[in-house]
């Protein structure tokens, strides 16, 4: 079973600049910890753009939904944008069984998300 | 740990012929309730070891699931809300959204807190047939 991994891209051109963060593994009541303190740190970089790139992340429970939410509402207020790209399919099911796909930005195609983020293709 | 307890509850309700999104509803709700020990029931300074118990049982067409500690006897959560109450960002926090998630994915809950020796929930799920297969649990033989 894999452990609960985070990275992040960050887009070097300034505050506006997206960040991708990529969740592998699981987002759990454990897990969420480590997910909100890389995130805060993110907040505190001053990112408004967020691609959440949960394609490799097996499974979320209320905790990760709710961590999710606190984001969308911070970033929101900012003026800002959460995508979330691809979520695995049981991740989506989740998502989908207790009406979050109602919530979020869901987009299967990387170029939709990033377009939906104001960023610009790679050339 | 709760991904072991996840997948042993995730795989009991497979082997029972539980549909997928039924097997999911069942991780979810063990996973809810483990976290919710996790977080309450040896929290405050409670001593002793931290032991979560679960068991599982099939009683007829359904799975029954009981959980329990023996923390500090946590009363059960307020039974209100509904997911919709969820679903706006001007909310100050998500808390209680586990406990609904129990509600909403079990057919039936049940908790039992002792004061110091510990709180238990049952959870049971009902088995119905996946789309696609017939139900013949009610049919009788017919003669002519």
Redesign the interface.
Known sequence: ?KPFEIECVESPSGPAAMVEVRVSG?L???TVISFEHTIEQLLQRQHTRFLMDLGALT?I???G??AL??L??QL?RREGEMVILQPSP?VH??LD????T??FRILADREAALAALGQPLAT | ???IL??FAGAAAEELGFAP?DV??I??AV??AC?NI??HAYAHGVTGPQVIDLRLDTRGEALAISIRDRGRGRPAPADGGT??D??T?D?A???G??TL?IRQ?MDEVRYEAEPGQGTSVTMIKHLRPPLGRPDFSSARPVTC
């Open positions: 079973m699981y759990d009541a454990q499974y429970s209320s905790a939904i709710g939410m606190v969308l509402q929101r049981k099911k989740i069984l207790l009406g979050f109602q919530i | 740990m709760l991904p996840r997948r999104d999911i509803k991780e979810m996973d809810e976290s996790i977080l997911l919709a969820y679903h960002l909310r926090n998500y808390h959204l586990g998630i994915f």
